[in-house]
């Protein structure tokens, strides 16, 4: 199975799953992208992932309808495209690897992952995570709630430091600066850094991350460090738990 990251708009990545033969495609916001890289591989379309109802994710759904790719998403969608309805404990299963569903809510009131974990298919764990996680970073909070995104990436801490996330942005590099705002003692983000601009430079995308990196670089994960503490707290942060110091960052990010 090869993974490809698939550009549109200005910084989304449409993920693309193919063994050579058909493919599996992730929050196609843009149909021309996929139908281009479709192409390029020399592909078929066979299925379809949807996170959540925002348009840059959804908005290519009625104009790859003519594949016949079945649609999984959730059930707030079939009026826009999605034909099979699931949510957290649906299963499914994909030329041969299989996919369970979590319910991953937060940056909206429904959201949903999509994980492939360690099977004869895939060596390590594999996760499709829309916009609830980016490298160094998580989703802004629209219709969903912050306790609610706190409790999402509380259970995904969890996962195996193996586990390759595939968000659907590329904002590594901002998302890293205010990294070093709330944590500038940590060696690692200013080493990623120099890496993901490495990377840009030379038109790679800096994406997909492991959770092992994020637990280093993502200030999200860490709210329960010293200093990620001490910086939220002279932010503004109300109190020093977990959950008033993500809510802080949180806040100071949306303006960042």
Known sequence: MKLVAIPAFTDNYIWMLHDGHEALVVDPGDAVAVEQALAQVGVKLS???VTHHHADHIGGLAALQ???APVWGPSSLVEKGVTHPVDEGSSLSWRGLSLQVWSVPGHTAVHLAFLAPVQPLRSTPL????DTLFS???GRIFDGSVEQL???????VLLP????ICPAHEYTLG???FARAVEPGNLAVVKHEAQCLAWREAGQPTVPTTLARELAINPFLRCDRPEVTRSALAHGAQADSPLAVFTELRRWKNAF
């Open 136 to 138: 160094a970073g998580c």
């Open 66 to 68: 003519p594949h016949g």
């Open 175 to 177: 998302n890293l600066r």
């Open 150 to 156: 706190a409790d999402s990436l509380a259970r995904l």
């Open 47 to 49: 299925a379809i992932l």
């Open 127 to 130: 996760l499709f995570i829309g």
């Open 161 to 164: 430091p193996d586990t390759e």
